[in-house]
């Protein structure tokens, strides 16, 4: 008897039956943002999701930006980011969609407890900037091309300041997902635009607190998409089709809200609802 034929047999059935059956187990790959992921959003819903379905899931977390061109390229089945004028572009190009809203949450702006800039209390998150730059406090900014940095540029730009003046001085950015970049914020006592999902999340507080919230600027929705699969012909369709289905069913929205710190929710799911 040859050699290999013998070390098989050797190894036992159970391995020959093993690795066909891991061989056909199904998986996706969904690429999405560090706040979900930091947040331990996933943490907690995906587990729900295979149980319910079998189905295995890779996450590859990025920001939006950076998100949807791992989908353009087809190296994901499922988009799930927060930027939905970036996100309505990548189905108009044909990249994928149709795009379905899942849930949402806001943005806050933090800063030191000593808060130079003095925007304690504000509900304009523009003033806020504007503020934040007149005193020339440091502002962390992620710079990576998120839908967190997005945001941030929105509120720049509304508040008629280029921050690109400042930077390298009081204007810093980190080229970095939102835990690095509230590390940084934490350790040079500076301010910093935050999900309030990550947020709650992120234990390395110090001196943080958040300053400026509940201005309407600062809604943070989230859409999902699949990769188009006539661009992609790898993409795994019917799995991640039924990833997205699970997200905005009652039960993958139940799961949104009940993950929970402290007993706040960190996610508020809202699939289906009229211009979401």
């Given amino acids: 008897m040859p050699v290999f034929r013998r070390l098989l047999l050797g190894m036992g059935l159970g391995v020959a039956i093993a690795l066909p ?26 587990p729900i999701f295979t149980q319910a379905t079998g189905i295995g899931v890779r996450v590859v977390a990025l920001g ?25 572009r990548f189905v108009a ?33 523009v003033e806020a900037l504007r503020r934040i730059a007149g005193s020339r406090s440091v502002f962390i900014s992620r710079g990576d091309r998120s839908g967190t940095h997005a945001a941030e540029l929105r509120l720049w730009q509304q508040a008629g300041i280029d921050p690109a003046s400042g930077r390298g001085a009081w204007y810093r950015e980190v080229g970095q997902g939102m835990g690095p970049a509230l590390n940084t914020a934490a350790a040079q006592n500076a301010y910093v635009l935050a999900d309030r ?3 709650l999340a992120f234990r390395n507080r110090q001196a943080l607190r958040v300053l400026a919230e509940g201005d309407e600027r600062l809604f943070n929705q989230y859409g999902v998409m699949l990769v188009n699969p006539r661009r992609h012909p790898h993409v795994k369709a019917e799995a991640g089709q039924r990833f997205i289905d699970w997200l905005v069913s ?24 009229p211009g979401a």
Avoid: C, K
């Fill in 64 to 88: 939006t930006g950076q998100a949807l061109d791992v989908g353009r390229r087809g190296d994901a089945d499922v988009v799930l980011v927060h930027d939905r004028e970036a996100e309505e």
């Fill in 93 to 125: 190009e044909g990249f994928g969609g149709p795009r379905r809203a899942v849930m949402f949450n806001d943005f806050v702006i933090l800063g030191p407890a000593s808060d130079p800039a003095r925007v304690n209390g504000l509900r304009d998150s």
């Fill in 197 to 199: 999902g990550t947020w």
């Fill in 21 to 46: 059956a891991a061989a056909q187990a199904p998986s996706i790959t969904v690429s999405s943002t560090t706040s979900t992921e930091q947040s331990g959003l996933f943490g907690h819903i995906l």
């Fill in 250 to 273: 009652p039960a993958g929205q139940a799961a949104i809200a009940g993950y929970r710190i402290n007993g706040e929710p960190l996610f508020f799911p809202n699939a289906g609802q």
